[in-house]
């Protein structure tokens, strides 16, 4: 039980795009999920807390228009790079931490993101 | 807000030996606390977490980990290291209805 999902689990794109990355909780309800971004070698910095059908809460200094969040439904969430850019390249790890379920989180398996 | 320091970066030992990483963390309130661990390339798995009761905590793999209120510490332990250990261990603290805050993370080595 408790596992969660990403798509793509890479993406290459071009300068100027927008990708949008996939984070599903397939066997249980995720009221809040949390987008996290790792740099090599390095720890997991949160970006954003998503609570569903709510509005997302970004931490200080992560821009809101480039990241966008949506959390349409108990089971998915979207992140979407707008307008990426080589210094977007990063991997970035969701997590959800589930209804009646503590503070447990439960992490998807990642998408690395490189923008040439 | 609660912060956690994980003070070894890098940690290397024989495989069969016993291994313990550090953390320590700070926070006002009664903490819930994680270990977690990250094979390259992948996302994170749970090992083993706190959050009340028994200070003595086991986990998957063989881990377990001690709560020690006194010192703000949470020391993962495991008694024999396999080779397939090898990986990056994030601890980690959170607070009820709150995010998480990780550690910088310990890289362990195994030696054959």
């Known amino acids: 039980g408790a596992v969660v999902s990403q798509h793509p689990s890479w993406v290459i794109c071009k300068s100027g795009t927008s990708v949008k990355i996939e984070c599903r909780s397939l066997d249980f309800q995720a009221t809040t999920m949390f987008w996290y971004r790792q740099f090599p070698k390095q720890s997991l910095m949160l970006m954003a807390t998503s609570n569903e059908g709510s509005k997302a809460t970004y931490e200080q200094g992560v821009e809101k228009d480039k990241f966008l969040i949506n959390h349409a439904s108990l089971t998915l969430s979207t992140l979407t790079v707008t307008s990426a850019h080589p210094e977007d390249s990063s991997f970035y790890i969701c997590s959800a931490r589930s209804r009646g379920g503590g503070e447990t989180q439960y992490f998807g398996p990642g998408t690395r993101l490189l923008v040439l | 807000a609660q912060s956690v320091t994980q003070p070894d970066i890098h940690i290397t030992v024989s495989e069969g030996a016993s291994l313990e990483l550090r953390c320590n963390y700070s926070y006002g309130a009664t903490p819930y606390l994680f270990w977690y661990v990250q094979s390259p390339g992948q996302g994170l798995q749970l090992l083993l977490k706190?959050?009340?009761?028994?200070?003595l905590v086991q986990g998957i793999k063989g881990f377990e980990a001690e709560f020690k209120r006194s010192q703000s510490s949470f020391n993962l332990r495991k008694p024999s290291v396999h080779w397939s250990d090898a990986a990056e261990y994030f601890c980690?603290?959170?607070?009820?209805?709150?995010?998480?805050?990780f550690g910088a993370g310990t890289r362990l080595t195994v030696k054959p």
């Open positions: 980690a603290v959170g607070a009820r209805n709150n995010d998480m805050r």
């Open positions: 706190y959050f009340s009761g028994d200070t």
